[in-house]
């Protein structure tokens, strides 16, 4: 089930599928980073002056980040009710960190 965060200026959506959020239907990012922490955050005050958050290229206002952070949330709740789904992540976490050390 994706939530809807916003629809660009473009007309694609910003949705939240699963830990996910989508650009478009594609993937865009994973997690949210807060603007004061992010590495070009001058250049995003100054593109986008609302901005708390961003996620990938997307900028997010605090209530867009909210929406996000709340279907985060209910998504973990939901996989931790579903041992298949639990086995599944740390099935792809052990890729993930076997690809950190060079491990294919």
Known sequence: ???????????????????????????????????KDHPY????RSAAPEATHMAGRVPLTQAEAEIVLTAFTRAEADMLANPVAIHERFRIAAMMKAREQGIE
Do not use: F
Request: glycine content about 10%; hydrophobic content about 45%; aromatic content about 0%.
């Open 1 to 35: 089930m994706a939530t809807l965060v916003k629809t660009t200026q473009d007309g694609r959506k910003l949705e939240v599928v699963g830990l996910a959020i989508t650009l478009g239907g594609k993937l865009e990012a994973n997690e949210l980073v807060e603007v």
């Open 41 to 44: 955050r001058h250049a995003i």
